[in-house]
């Protein structure tokens, strides 16, 4: 027994040893991060990432509540993966085909860079997620399909199989509204296939709740389309 505290002593610094190694190094490391400028040649400019706020904040809170997280992440990985493709790269006099090595999730066009510890200051708990049941959303509101055209998200949220055919993502039915059209189809109603079996009865339309629109808001505010000096877009 006369080495019980010695035992005690070296049972509080396995808890405390591993503690201080991730929770202070890295506060002392990355705590300080700030705001940093677009490009690296220091003559100012915007400052980047930028906080959420107005409809986008409260869509974050409509995209933790439905547990987004569980299903998708927030982190596109760096260009320094590796995966070797064969791609065009544009030259003063024309074009030509080159093996440049990206990262699957770049090679995805999920982003043009990976995500760094900067991207994500602003955040009290940031979105990163742990499964990819679906595509990455770190620059979701960049992408063709989605940044032009609200549309296509809100048909996505009411029903993903009406525009991804045997997706596992499950409808949302619940941030939208069945209501009957008075005059003239409301502004906002969702343009549902002509063949989706879902579509509301002949003289009423689907439109979105505050909900579905702050969380339309928020993903389309979900964008990577800044380099910062430590994160450049792959070439």
């Not at 202070?24 to 220091?42: F, H, I, K, R, T």
């Not at 933790?64 to 003063?92: F, Y």
Request: hydrophobic share 40%; aromatic share 8%.
């Amino acid at each position: 027994m006369k080495n019980l505290p010695l035992l005690y002593c070296g049972i509080i610094f396995m808890l405390v040893a591993p503690w201080c190694g991730l929770i202070l190094a890295s506060n002392v490391q990355l705590g300080g991060l700030e705001p940093g400028l677009s490009s690296a040649d220091d003559t100012g400019g915007p400052l980047y990432p930028k906080p959420d706020g107005g409809l986008a904040g409260q869509g974050r809170e409509v995209y933790t509540t439905l547990g987004c997280a569980e299903c998708h992440t927030q982190q596109v990985r760096p260009a320094s993966a590796t995966l070797m493709l064969s791609q065009k790269v544009k030259l003063k006099d024309g074009e030509e085909m080159r093996d440049v090595i990206l990262s699957p999730d770049i090679a995805r066009l999920w982003g043009k860079r990976g995500t760094v510890p900067r991207d994500y200051i602003f955040q009290d708990r940031p979105l990163l997620g742990f499964v990819r049941n679906g595509p990455d959303l770190a620059d979701v509101g960049s992408r063709p399909i989605s940044a032009a055209d609200s549309d296509w998200l809100y048909v996505h949220l009411y029903d993903a199989q009406a525009v991804r055919p045997g997706t596992v993502m499950p409808p949302f039915r619940y941030l939208f509204t069945v209501q009957k059209i008075n005059g003239q189809p409301a502004r906002d109603a969702l343009k549902l296939p002509d063949s989706e079996p879902i579509r509301p009865p002949a003289g009423y339309e689907v439109v979105p709740t505050a909900r579905a629109k702050a969380l339309v808001a928020y993903l389309r505010s979900l964008k990577l389309d800044y380099e910062l000096q430590e994160a450049k877009f792959a070439q």
